[in-house]
């Protein structure tokens, strides 16, 4: 899996119906975050704080679908865990990956891993911790790899969003630990010829590859 190229597609069971994944996706964004087990304590709590994001990302028309290798009825009571100890439901369709077909398209398990969920342990599918954003266009824009003992950070998922979206409508970058609303980069792809164009009220030239202005609105 890389950067670029186009997500795979795939149909699979979840907590709301069987799927089409490019279908369902639309003209929207993905994220795509996978869990080796149901009932582990570090995903349990990534569940509940994306279920309390579910505003944020909508807001961006971002869709998020979960996975476990486990199937789609044990999903169900762990949410009612996540809940409880939580204090929010998740809304999004988790898919149940039970025969590891996704997880091994993803390149989260390998080929040899077998065809059942039945007898793994979390340990076993250690490597199905990763990040997926997809975008409107079906390219994987992020993949990011957690260990099962490091929680994820999806605010800083979100930003990462926001930092796509603005950088996919505006020929620009964002810096090192870069927040909405702060300044940005003009592409190194615009000369300067362009950038007068586009900035007709200049930028400062901290470098002539490091050209910054004020966030495009």
């Known amino acids: ?20 994944f490019h279908e369902w996706l639309g003209d929207s964004w993905g994220i795509i ?20 994001l579910e505003p944020e990302f909508a807001t961006r028309n971002v869709k ?4 476990s290798v486990d199937p789609v009825d044990r999903h169900s ?22 025969e590891l077909v ?5 390149d989260m398990l390998p080929e040899g891993a077998g065809d059942s969920a039945e007898g793994r342990t979390a340990a076993d599918n250690q490597t199905v911790r990763t ?12 993949i990011l790899a957690y260990p099962m003992t490091t929680g994820r950070n999806f605010d800083e998922i979100l930003r990462v969003v926001d930092s796509l979206q603005l950088t996919a409508s505006h020929k620009v970058a964002t810096p ?7 300044d940005v980069i003009i592409a190194g792809s615009v000369s300067n010829d362009d950038a007068k164009k586009i900035y007709p009220d200049g930028w400062q030239e901290i470098t002539p590859y490091l050209r910054v202005v004020p966030q495009p609105k």
């Open 1 to 20: 899996m890389r950067i670029g190229q186009i997500a795979p597609d795939f149909e699979a069971l979840t907590t709301q119906g069987t799927i089409r």
């Open 33 to 52: 975050f996978s869990h080796p087990k149901d009932f582990t304590p570090v995903c349990t709590t990534e569940l509940g704080y994306v279920a309390k």
């Open 64 to 67: 998020v679908i979960g996975l």
């Open 77 to 98: 009571l762990w949410a009612a865990d996540i809940a409880r100890t939580q204090g929010a439901t998740p809304h999004f369709p988790m898919i149940g990956d039970t």
């Open 102 to 106: 996704v997880s091994k398209l993803y």
């Open 131 to 142: 990040v997926y954003v997809i975008g409107p266009d079906k390219k994987i824009k992020l």
């Open 176 to 182: 090192a630990n870069w927040e909405p609303g702060e």
